[in-house]
């Protein structure tokens, strides 16, 4: 008998003709970009005690949550990319030695309206003229980026929009977070810092002064106190419309390093990308006081053109000069988004070293100052993370995932490494008696048909610095399957301690966080009682009320 499909072609046709979806029916495209390790989870449910090789430690009582970009429905645009996809959450709850999953989709307004119409309605990654005419005026952020803790809720961020409140425990999406009313800038960072001796939330926003899509040069950074309080707000324009990404804190100041990939209004509205790299643009650093700055107290240093990776750490040495460690890459990292007038050069990617890059800004220089890097130091890697206890201090621990082209890779069994060859979790320490000096490394090989994705540290009661767990998503390319593998944190080159066994596949996440179950349960008791429930959004954001009384509708409709 013949197959089904072949008797009814109309059906089973590729459904994308010159590059825009085209009916009704449900099929991605069949590009890098939703294959393999990539191709769409779109899964929601809950696993009771995943299997474990070795002993989970049990002084671990707490939940690792990490966020990860995945399609709720085939894109518009056939050649839609990994980050435009919906924010879905990851819960490994980990008590008394065993681990419980969850999984559980950010419900954005974007979310709610493609749900309602069972199809994707938004367009192109972060262009909002892409976008279907029932949408327009609509919250297009996904919250795919990073999950923090913050004062009894989890916050879903993307530095496209506002963030998500969730349940840390349900993950119940609660709704909009404006900070009850005190943040109402169109866009907020993904990278917010918190500062572990005060308990302030520092934090950020580019492309900020309108609606989120004006490809302007309007920032702002804000403080938070403990007690949920905006205490600082500092507005001022950036050298020119790139992308802020992430940030580092000292102290003192705030570090915010401004890359090279550039945002055009006219490309925008011609339906074009949100971005195109310049490779004849300095990356620029912008020194923004803490504490009662203005505008003019902001200085801007500059480098030698550059790609910002993410930032290890941030402190003041005895000089009171601000030393500040990240990767920094020697070209365009996002190949999706190639310099006006060229095409993406894929293959360009893999020939990009990354380095971890130290610099010494002297906060009292000039803005225009040159500066180049203290201390370039090869670790050829990504995903940097410290001991969050030692956030805006000297510090001498960090960890990284890294690329090593030297290690044997199945390359017949796996196909192209997505997501890049993070083939090696490593340990990195300085000097501690000389910042201008690089340390020891510690390396674990993942294997030939492995690759890592962004770990998280999880500290030891009392311990010192580096004393504890390291915690990371393994991605097994042969099997399509995750693992989650927990290491001493100071032992690396030992191996695991533990791998806990995921009878499925997650997409390529980006960042996470973990969070001790003493703390939730802390903020819960508090939440039930003298503060009260978190409090979603009340109002529509000024630039949507704004839409609205120039003769749109709430969603859009004229």
Known sequence: MAHLEALVPEVSAYPYSNGKKTGSRVKFPDTIAFSGMNKPARFEGDIIDLEVTGAIPRDINGTFYRVQPDHRFPPIFEDDIHFNGDGSVTAIRIKDGHADFKQRYVRTDKYMAEDKARQALFGRYRNPYTDN?????????????????????????????????????TLETI?????EGQITAPTFTAHPK?????????????????????????VVTWTINADGKKTEE????????????????SKNYMVLPLTPLKMNFDRLKAGGNKFAWDPNEDQVYGIVPRRGGKPEDVKWFRADNAFHGHVAGCYENEDGHVVFDLTVIDGNVFFWFPPDGEKPDVAGRQRLSSPTCRWVFDPKAK????????????????????DDRWVTKKYEHFWQLRV?????????????????????????????NDEGKTGTEDVWFAGPTSTFQEPVFIPKDGGKEGEGYLMALKNNLDELRNDVVIWDALNLAKGPLATLHLPLRLRLGFHGNFVDDRDIEAWQKRRAGELGPVQPAKEPLPWQKAFTANGHGANGAS
């Open 133 to 169: 005419e029932s949408v327009k005026g609509v919250i297009r952020t996904v919250s795919n980026t990073n999950i923090t803790f913050w004062r009894g809720m989890l916050l879903a961020s993307k530095e496209d929009g506002p963030p998500f409140a969730m349940d840390p425990v």
């Open 194 to 218: 918190f500062d572990p001796d005060t308990g302030e939330m520092l934090c950020f926003a580019y492309e900020a002064g309108t609606d989120g899509a004006d490809c302007g040069v309007d």
């Open 404 to 432: 090593d082209p030297t290690r044997p890779y199945d390359i017949a069994k796996c196909g192209p490494p997505a997501g890049g060859l993070f083939n090696c979790m490593a340990h990195y320490t300085w000097d501690p």
């Open 367 to 386: 803005s225009g100052t040159r500066y180049k890097s203290s201390v370039e130091w090869t670790t050829n890697g990504e995903f940097s993370r410290i």
């Open 175 to 179: 709704g909009r977070y404006d900070f």
């Open 234 to 249: 500092l507005w001022f324009k950036a050298p020119y419309a790139g992308m802020i990404h992430d940030c580092g804190v």
